[in-house]
């Protein structure tokens, strides 16, 4: 069974750092392309960043550009999600997705592409 679980959300104030590990269980790590989202009270989830299957390739959602930074250990079957300078805006559940892809440079941005989900883990940026 496949299961994506993540970890280090938290309380911080608006310029501070974060790291969000996603540790993946059940599935051939690479074959995998992975993404996190988020999803804030009220507003649909939104792409943050991907990762492509084996090229490596990253996206990013444009406000996230130059401040988070995906990416991913093979050896430890895990995603990570660095994020600097936070700000409150930036307050939002973060989930973990993953999905089985043949292309091996692809950057999938749509939420409805993924088929694996972790639980989230919370995010909140004060001002």
């Known amino acids: 069974q496949v299961r994506l679980v993540e970890s280090g959300g938290g309380l911080v104030q608006a310029g501070d750092s974060l790291r969000l590990s996603c540790a993946t269980f059940?599935?051939?790590?690479?074959?995998?392309?992975y993404a996190w989202f988020r999803q804030a009270p009220g507003k649909e989830r939104e792409f943050v960043a991907g990762?492509?299957?084996?090229?490596?390739?990253?996206q990013y959602l444009d406000s996230a550009k130059n401040r988070f930074t995906i990416s991913k250990d093979n050896g430890k079957r895990a995603i990570y999600l660095q994020m600097n300078g936070l700000k409150p805006e930036d307050t939002a559940v973060y989930y973990c997705?993953?999905?089985?892809?043949?292309?091996?440079?692809?950057?999938?941005?749509?939420?409805?592409?993924?088929?694996?989900w972790g639980q989230g883990t919370q995010v909140t940026v004060s001002s």
């Open positions: 997705a993953a999905v089985w892809t043949q292309l091996t440079g692809t950057v999938h941005e749509s939420a409805s592409q993924y088929g694996h």
């Open positions: 059940g599935l051939a790590f690479s074959d995998y392309a």
């Open positions: 990762i492509s299957r084996i090229r490596g390739n990253t």
